[in-house]
């Protein structure tokens, strides 16, 4: 009943009768009016006004479920979430859920990850309080070595979403979202599949919102939208703006299977097109000009005697010539 009344009480700038939210919910004027106590213990500040009714005032920074229930405008993208204060990763939740037959769309958000995890065996800096952890379960009925793309559409859909409240978002590919050349938003992709067939693809995404401060070794690399806006944001709309984007872009991805209608909204955001970039392989590192994603999300660059060349995203790390990007 909590997400139903703020869904209500969202839906107008004015006041919604005690009266009117019992009609519409088929429950008693007390039993509303505990739901809304119950509300204001959460942070929730809503003023009750004889005569006129309830008004919502103010919305704590909380990314539980009916927080997030009642923000939603998807169809599936977000429908069915699993909020946790504390959990390990919520890749890790998502992947499990996804084994136990949950449904395409679910959505795990946590408050702060104990083993939040990066590419390659590295670490997601996961503290409480200020940032968004959030995996999504896909269940495409592609082939497994299509999957990758997913990585490049939820880094399109992140940056679209965030773009909302900052414009200057830019991407490093594959998966970074980056602002004034530092990381924002991490993302990773993981799958399980057999050989011709997924079972599930879990697409995690760490966002650095309220953050002020961040270990020594990514200090230099890192930032939080706090940082850059100059002011808190909160983070169950940001979520909900992702999930919207995520739910289109999925959609156009689907359709080819591959990211033709997608890869010139990513090109442009591309922090390193039309720059040199270093690409460090396992087997040697050089020097090329970066120049867009193609259809399967693999970035095309110009080595320097002319020749082009598609780098995968699964063996290389980007670099800028002088730094991260
Ligand atoms: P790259 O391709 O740039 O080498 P990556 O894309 O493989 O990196 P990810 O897996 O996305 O990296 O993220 C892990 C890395 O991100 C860590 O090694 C660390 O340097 C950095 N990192 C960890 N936590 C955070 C955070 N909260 N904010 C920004 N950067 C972080």
Same mark, same amino acid.
């Given at each position: 009943?909590?997400?139903?009344?703020?869904?209500?009480?969202?839906?107008?700038?004015?006041?919604?009768?005690?009266?009117?939210?019992?009609?519409?919910?088929?429950?008693?004027?007390a039993?509303?009016?505990?739901?809304?106590?119950?509300?204001?213990?959460?942070g929730?500040?809503?003023?009750?006004?004889?005569n006129?009714?309830?008004?919502?005032?103010?919305?704590?920074?909380?990314m539980?479920?009916e927080?997030?229930?009642?923000?939603?405008?998807?169809?599936?993208?977000?429908?069915?979430?699993?909020?946790?204060?504390?959990?390990?990763?919520?890749?890790?939740?998502?992947?499990?859920?996804?084994?136990?037959?949950?449904?395409?769309?679910?959505?795990?958000v946590?408050?702060r990850? #104990?083993? %939040?995890? !990066?590419?390659?065996?590295?670490?997601? &800096?996961? $503290?409480?309080?200020?940032?968004?952890?959030?995996?999504? @379960?896909?269940?495409?009925?592609?082939?497994?070595?299509?999957?990758?793309?997913?990585?490049?559409?939820?880094?399109?859909?992140?940056a679209?979403?965030?773009?909302?409240?900052?414009?200057?978002?830019?991407?490093?590919?594959?998966?970074?979202?980056?602002?004034?050349?530092?990381?924002?938003?991490?993302?990773?992709?993981?799958?399980?599949?057999?050989?011709d067939?997924?079972?599930?693809? #879990?697409? %995690?995404? !760490?966002?650095?919102?309220?953050?002020? &401060?961040? $270990?020594?070794?990514?200090?230099?690399?890192?930032?939080? @939208?706090?940082?850059?806006?100059?002011?808190?944001?909160?983070?169950?709309?940001?979520?909900?703006?992702?999930?919207?984007?995520?739910?289109?872009?999925?959609?156009?991805?689907?359709?080819?299977?591959?990211?033709?209608?997608?890869?010139d909204?990513?090109?442009?955001?591309?922090?390193?097109?039309?720059?040199?970039?270093?690409?460090?392989?396992?087997?040697?590192?050089?020097?090329?000009?970066?120049? %867009?994603?193609?259809?399967?999300?693999?970035?095309?660059?110009?080595?320097?005697?002319?020749s082009?060349?598609?780098i995968?995203?699964?063996?290389?790390?980007?670099?800028?010539?002088?730094?991260?990007?």
């Amino acid at each position: 009943m909590k997400t139903e009344i703020l869904k209500l009480l969202r839906s107008t700038d004015g006041y919604v009768s005690g009266q009117q939210i019992s009609e519409q919910l088929g429950v008693s004027r007390a039993a509303v009016w505990k739901t809304i106590r119950r509300l204001q213990d959460e942070g929730y500040q809503v003023e009750a006004v004889r005569n006129k009714g309830y008004h919502i005032v103010e919305t704590p920074d909380v990314m539980t479920k009916e927080e997030l229930d009642s923000l939603m405008k998807t169809r599936w993208a977000g429908r069915n979430i699993l909020y946790y204060e504390t959990t390990d990763s919520t890749n890790l939740r998502i992947r499990q859920a996804g084994d136990e037959g949950a449904p395409h769309g679910t959505l795990a958000v946590a408050d702060r990850q #104990t083993a %939040g995890r !990066g590419r390659r065996g590295r670490t997601w &800096e996961s $503290p409480a309080g200020n940032s968004i952890y959030m995996s999504v @379960l896909l269940r495409p009925d592609i082939a497994p070595n299509k999957a990758s793309m997913l990585t490049i559409v939820m880094a399109l859909s992140v940056a679209e979403g965030i773009g909302q409240w900052i414009p200057m978002i830019q991407i490093k590919w594959p998966n970074d979202i980056i602002v004034n050349g530092k990381k924002l938003v991490g993302i990773l992709t993981e799958m399980s599949a057999q050989v011709d067939y997924i079972n599930h693809v #879990t697409v %995690g995404v !760490g966002i650095n919102v309220n953050m002020t &401060e961040f $270990p020594e070794e990514i200090a230099d690399t890192a930032t939080s @939208l706090r940082l850059e806006c100059g002011h808190t944001v909160k983070r169950a709309p940001l979520i909900a703006a992702v999930m919207e984007r995520l739910e289109e872009n999925y959609e156009i991805f689907l359709k080819t299977e591959d990211l033709s209608g997608l890869m010139d909204r990513y090109s442009a955001l591309l922090v390193n097109r039309d720059r040199d970039v270093r690409i460090i392989g396992e087997k040697e590192t050089y020097q090329a000009r970066a120049v %867009g994603i193609d259809h399967t999300g693999e970035l095309l660059v110009r080595r320097e005697d002319g020749s082009m060349e598609k780098i995968y995203a699964g063996e290389v790390s980007v670099r800028g010539v002088y730094g991260y990007v």
